[in-house]
């Protein structure tokens, strides 16, 4: 057992170093993809788990001015253009206050439809509801990379 506290000892650091250069990093990469990707989904009908709930919400958020035609697209792009700006790191700040603002609306449902988000309110979500919960953790990966975003300047 000795043995293996001192290779212990010796790995741990080097992995703490790596993981500390590189993970903001991977993390910025990693929500890229699942926005972007993500994104694309809402491009073609059906595809989305998220489609219906999403046009939905947009609806009652804009007094119904934004029609599922319109709003659908629209946030495919957003969703798209969110992806691409972490992916390539460009205009962070920006992106991550647009990826906030969309996450804002991705809560909603929770409380505009708490019949299809829970099974049991509030403490059994449906899928749907396990679904937008996860984005909490979205939304602590971007104030995990904006934490670093003045870094750069």
Known sequence: MKWLRFL???????IAAWMGKHGVGLL?????????????????????????????????????????????????????????????????????LLMFVQMAGTLTPLFLFPDETFIRFPYAPTLEGQYIIKNLVLISAGIVIGSTVRRKD
């Open 8 to 14: 212990f000892s010796r790995v741990d650091p080097i």
């Open 28 to 96: 910025r990469i990693s929500l890229g993809i699942v926005f972007f990707w993500f994104g694309i989904l809402k491009f073609f009908p059906g595809l989305s788990p998220a489609e219906l709930l999403a046009s939905r919400t947009i609806d009652i958020l804009t007094f119904g001015l934004a029609k599922p035609g319109v709003s659908v697209p629209a946030l495919a792009t957003l969703e798209c253009l969110i992806g691409l700006g972490l992916l390539t790191g460009q205009a962070t700040r920006l992106v991550l």
